[in-house]
């Protein structure tokens, strides 16, 4: 069951920019230890994308998006942003946002390391 709400998703040309969000109606954030981002293309598993550690603010992303994406969460806010700018077709997608009890620094992007998960929000770059 879907406890995380992302929205903000949609057409975009390549080279533009998106902003998604994804709320917790019933869950606390700040009291989970591990947010992400991932997404998943057609016929593709799967992938992280970003990752936030909620107690120190470290970050870490795929080398596919770093530099072009930034997650973040502001205190006592119970969302999740994901900044995309510089948008290619090969970042089309439905993107999932996941929040956990733990966090991985070096598993950050196994999706099994999550124990909540939204539904996802569609992403489509144009050429």
């Known amino acids: 069951q879907a406890q995380l709400v992302e929205s903000g998703g949609g057409l975009v040309q390549s080279g533009g920019s998106l902003r998604l969000s994804c709320t917790a109606p019933?869950?606390?954030?700040?009291?989970?230890?591990?947010v992400a981002w991932f997404r998943q293309a057609p016929g593709k598993e799967r992938e992280g994308v970003a990752g936030?550690?909620?107690?120190?603010?470290?970050?870490s992303y795929a080398d596919s998006v770093k530099d072009r994406f930034t997650i973040s969460k502001e205190k006592d806010k119970n969302t999740v942003y994901l900044q995309m700018n510089g948008l290619k077709p090969e970042d089309t997608g439905i993107y999932y946002c996941?929040?956990?009890?733990?966090?991985?620094?070096?598993?950050?992007?196994?999706?099994?390391?999550?124990?909540?998960w939204g539904r996802g929000t569609q992403v489509t770059v144009s050429s």
């Open positions: 019933g869950l606390h954030l700040d009291y989970l230890y591990a």
């Open positions: 996941a929040a956990g009890n733990a966090w991985w620094a070096s598993a950050w992007s196994q999706a099994g390391r999550y124990d909540y």
């Open positions: 936030l550690s909620v107690a120190d603010g470290r970050s």
